[in-house]
């Protein structure tokens, strides 16, 4: 008679061999999870950063085309400079930062999306901050364009920006993006991609614009706040604001 073999049965997971399969997938999703994110975080300053280098060429062009000036930064209530520099940039999704929160709707023209903004004091304030300052802005009155900006990123929702706008942790200024600062770029709440007067661009913390100065006194914004403050008392808004929050 022949004896049929009998199969063992299968051993099935015992609760406390499943709950330390569970933790040790939580732990390990608690590590990798931050890392993603850092990388995700990472690529989209990069795409930024690339964004960035491409207005500052477009700048560079923009000004050879018109007797080495610079464009400036509203042409009546209609246009920016960002309608002006369009023909040199391959699209207008350039101006859109993938991660800052003021990119995610239009400017306050309502054209192109928010975020980047530019630095070019009108003709009362640059007569009086001096050191080749000009609107429309000459190249040739510009002394130290390596380290001179133009171009910054923020959570306002102009396409203009300058020094005497508030810094608050979290932002207040109504006329900012809701989020842990005015100057928030998506990158950090203090610092981002600025571009600068000869076409390059780089990431930077916001208080290293004010530390830097060149040999005679001059900060990246291109005024001796040693001698400016005295006058203008409103041009140190935004250096005092970073300095009350240790940034």
């Not at 042409?75 to 207008?92: E, F, H, I, Q, R």
């Not at 429309?136 to 001179?148: N, R, V, W």
């Not at 913390?205 to 008392?233: A, C, H, M, Q």
Request: charged share 20%; proline share 7%.
């Amino acid at each position: 008679m022949l004896q049929m073999s009998r199969r063992a049965p299968k051993r099935a997971f015992t609760l406390i061999e499943l709950l330390v399969v569970i933790a040790i997938i939580a732990i390990l999703a608690a590590i990798l999870f931050p890392v993603f994110a850092k990388a995700r975080e990472k690529a989209r300053q990069a795409a930024c950063g690339s964004n960035c280098r491409q207005i500052g060429l477009a700048l560079m062009m923009y000004a050879q085309d018109y007797d080495e000036t610079l464009v400036m930064r509203y042409y009546g209530n209609t246009a920016s400079w960002k309608d002006v520099m369009a023909p040199y940039l391959k699209s207008a999704d350039i101006y859109r930062c993938p991660s800052n929160p003021a990119a995610r709707r239009p400017d306050a023209l309502g054209k192109y999306a928010g975020g980047y903004a530019m630095w070019l004091p009108d003709p009362p304030l640059a007569a009086v901050i001096g050191n080749g300052m000009a609107y429309p802005q000459p190249m040739a009155g510009i002394a130290y364009p390596a380290s001179s900006l133009i171009i910054l990123e923020h959570s306002y929702q102009w396409s203009d920006t300058g020094p005497y706008l508030q810094y608050n942790e979290p932002a207040k200024d109504p006329a900012a993006v809701p989020g842990p600062s005015e100057w928030n770029s998506g990158h950090d709440v203090a610092a981002g991609n600025i571009i600068y007067l000869d076409g390059h661009a780089k990431y930077t913390r916001l208080i290293r614009t004010f530390d830097v100065r060149t040999s005679d006194g001059l900060n990246e914004w291109r005024f001796n706040p040693d001698i400016v403050y005295k006058k203008l008392s409103y041009m140190r808004t935004l250096e005092d604001g970073l300095r009350k929050y240790g940034r």
